[in-house]
């Protein structure tokens, strides 16, 4: 449903969000999120049009967020790589429909559009960023360690 760019957005805010990486250069953001660093750039600038990033060069430049996590939307994160119209109109890839009516996919198509719209909006970088955080996992040794201490 999202485009490639906008999920590239997504991964090099996330990475940007952490304390740790305040404010980073554009080869690290694209290590920290697996992009190609030459499209990453396209990507960067895009968003710091849009104002959801701050750039500034030299000796300690790099990119920063400009608001906090918690107040940049996936749904607006979308819009800024993708336009206003990036959740398309048509589920079946058709620029406009011939006949709308008789289009089988219009009548279930168009309110989860308006849904999915409304739920992104809701969505924050920050949720996002929380519900991505992993358990660190446990070893093979300790996980054996855990079943003898249970079942003696």
């Known amino acids: 449903m999202l485009s490639q760019t906008a999920i590239y957005a997504i991964r090099a805010l996330l990475c940007l969000q952490k304390s740790t990486c305040a404010r980073r250069r554009t080869r690290d953001i694209a290590l920290c999120a697996g992009i190609p660093p030459a499209y990453l750039a396209k990507?960067?600038?895009?968003?710091?049009?849009?104002?959801?990033?701050?750039?500034?060069?030299?000796?300690?430049?790099?990119?920063?967020?400009?608001?906090?996590?918690?107040?940049?939307?996936?749904?607006?994160?979308?819009?800024?790589?993708?336009?206003?119209?990036?959740?398309?109109?048509?589920?079946?890839?058709?620029f406009f429909c011939a006949e709308p009516r008789r289009c089988p996919m219009r009548r279930i198509w168009h309110p989860w559009r308006t849904r999915v719209r409304r739920q992104l909006r809701l969505i924050t970088l920050a949720h996002c960023a929380e519900s991505s955080r992993v358990k660190p996992v446990k070893s093979r040794r300790t996980e054996v360690e855990d079943l003898k201490e249970n079942h003696p």
């Open 43 to 94: 990507v960067l600038r895009q968003l710091t049009d849009k104002g959801l990033l701050t750039a500034s060069r030299g000796r300690g430049g790099g990119v920063v967020l400009a608001r906090d996590a918690a107040n940049i939307s996936l749904a607006e994160i979308c819009e800024a790589v993708d336009g206003p119209d990036w959740l398309p109109e048509c589920l079946l890839g058709r």
